[in-house]
């Protein structure tokens, strides 16, 4: 196989990743109303319960919705890799991993070109709603529309990975709510997504240091910081980290040898 | 690559699922041109046997080459030749036929011009290329099946395995299907292994393998195994041989 075979492989599946986003309406339409939802109401009916102090990298006080923004950025990703990924485990979608997997490129390759389509889509998906959230008053500087893509493609193949993960080593997700709870609320609820972890720490260390070792934490803190232009570096060394066990983890987990697959047709 | 060698070699083959063991030192060849058809009730270790040559997972005993190629050695090579349709559906339902194809071509590293051209031929042989462009949830049981076969052609296959392709179709697709693969193995010399547990699938110039509780039975042309059997019909010497592997297994177990 040659390099521009490889690039064409690739842009295969990102394109069908894309198409296949926009053709299911549902999908396609709850992405982006979701985190719209939280920002109308949830953030509106916290407004004024939740006072938000100076804090880096915003250096004024702020409303509650400017805070949860770049969260609500980090759950967008969230969902997509979780249902992008997750989304293999079912019956039909395991057909479609066939597909992919009897390709003949590697499948580390195959699997790194299924995590970027689903990062290209996210990536839209957070654009939108950024441009949609302008209304509610988030207007980052111009130069954090530049800066927060790095950090949405860093956050998006973290949780893009995890995603994978999931998807080869749990067998019993029988459908998205079991992931929603066990997966998506806790990792959005003990995170800094919602709240500052300094007001967390008050209330429970214990929570505030699950939070601290939560992946979602710093791909939030990550967006948060790039999307006012800064860099926190903490955080994208963090977020790095676990790309490179999640990937690891996931390319173990889909290996024909050990075969997670292997062990799931099984258990048929 | 032997030039000689044949387009599927399995030898000594066995896989189990923990203790479950599910194929058991299974040996089979299909020669170039040949279509070999795969026989077993449900359960017999077909869909496995798909599995382990289409290395979506890896046997740890017996060895499987594709023309020549060993698949846990040169995987990409053994997987470039071959084409695949599974038991379950593999479309995506909400994108169009061509969609479906193209992203199938792009996953063979197939330029997009070539793919387009390939595309076209191959559901003008299986009749849909006027519908090229409408999504896969309109097309009935039997299309979507022709245009799984269409798809596993379209990088120009030496090797085409099939798994139970024509479950739940209506006769005229059923025989619609065996006809365009049986012409494919005689214009294109395409080597095919055809898994089904429908006997009347076997034609009279069928290389035949019986695949029972993990185990091949016996394997050769029709007449082979019916003058073996002593039987006149397949169905027959096939009752015959699955009961004899009962008795058998019966007496080693006891």
């Known amino acids: ?268 | 690559m032997a030039l000689e060698a044949p387009a599927l070699a399995i030898e000594d083959l066995s896989h189990a699922f923990g203790a479950r063991k599910v194929l058991d030192r299974v040996s089979l060849s299909v020669g170039r041109g040949d279509f070999t058809v795969l026989l077993g009730l449900n359960g017999a270790g077909k869909t496995t046997l798909f599995a382990l040559i289409t290395r979506l997972y890896l046997s740890h005993s017996g060895l499987i080459s594709v023309f020549g190629h060993d698949i846990k050695k040169e995987a990409q090579a053994a997987l470039r030749c071959m084409g695949v349709v599974f038991q379950q559906s593999t479309l995506d339902l909400d994108l169009t036929l061509e969609e479906n194809l193209f992203y199938h071509a792009a996953l063979h590293g197939m330029r997009r011009k070539l793919a387009a051209a390939r595309i076209g031929e191959e559901l003008a042989r299986v009749g849909l290329a006027e519908r090229r462009r409408e999504r896969v949830r309109v097309l009935s049981g039997g299309q979507r099946r022709r245009v799984e076969l269409a798809r596993a052609l379209i990088h120009n296959p030496s090797l085409l395995l099939l798994d139970e392709p024509t479950v739940g179709l209506d006769m005229a697709s059923r025989q619609f299907l065996l006809d365009h693969v049986r012409g494919l193995c005689t214009s294109q010399g395409l080597g095919v292994l055809w898994a089904t547990h429908l006997i009347d699938e076997a034609g009279p110039d069928a290389r035949i393998v019986i695949l029972h509780q993990g185990r091949v039975r016996a394997a050769g042309e029709r007449a082979e195994i019916l003058a073996r059997t002593g039987e006149v019909t397949l169905k027959a010497a096939f009752d015959r041989i699955i009961a004899d592997g009962a008795a058998k297994r019966g007496g080693e177990t006891s």
Not at chain 1, 30 to 37: D, F, M
Not at chain 1, 90 to 101: A, I, Q, V
Request: hydrophobic fraction near 55%; proline fraction near 6%.
């Open chain 1, 1 to 268: 196989m040659t390099a521009a075979q490889y690039g064409i492989c690739l842009s295969g599946v990102v394109r069908r990743e894309a198409l296949r986003w926009l053709n299911q309406r549902g999908r396609f339409i709850s992405a982006l109303v979701r985190p719209l939802v939280w920002l109308a109401i949830f953030a509106a009916g916290f407004h004024f319960v939740l006072g938000v102090s100076i804090i880096p990298p915003y250096e004024t006080y702020i409303p509650y919705e400017v805070y949860i923004a770049p969260g609500l950025l980090a759950m967008i990703q969230l969902f997509n890799g979780m249902q992008s990924s997750l989304s293999m485990v079912y019956d039909r979608e395991m057909g479609s991993m066939k597909t992919l997997m009897i390709s003949p490129f590697p499948r580390w390759f195959l699997l790194l070109a299924k995590l970027l389509a689903g990062v290209v889509v996210s990536i839209v998906q957070a654009y939108i709603f950024l441009a949609i959230a302008w209304f509610w008053e988030i207007e980052p500087p111009i130069g954090g529309y530049v800066a927060v893509l790095p950090a949405l493609v860093l956050a998006g193949l973290m949780l893009g990975a995890l995603g994978l993960v999931l998807s080869s080593f749990i067998r019993q997700l029988e459908n998205f709510a079991g992931v929603m709870n066990f997966v998506i609320f806790p990792m959005f609820f003990t995170s800094s997504a919602l709240y500052p972890l300094w007001r967390v720490a008050e209330a429970s260390p214990v929570i505030y240091w699950l939070s601290e070792i939560n992946p979602f934490t710093h791909a939030t803190e990550l967006i948060r910081f790039a999307l006012y232009d800064r860099l926190n570096l903490l955080s994208a060394l963090i977020v790095t980290g676990y790309l490179v066990v999640f990937v690891f983890l996931a390319v173990w987990g889909y290996d024909p040898g050990r075969g997670l697959i292997a062990r799931r047709a099984g258990a048929e």
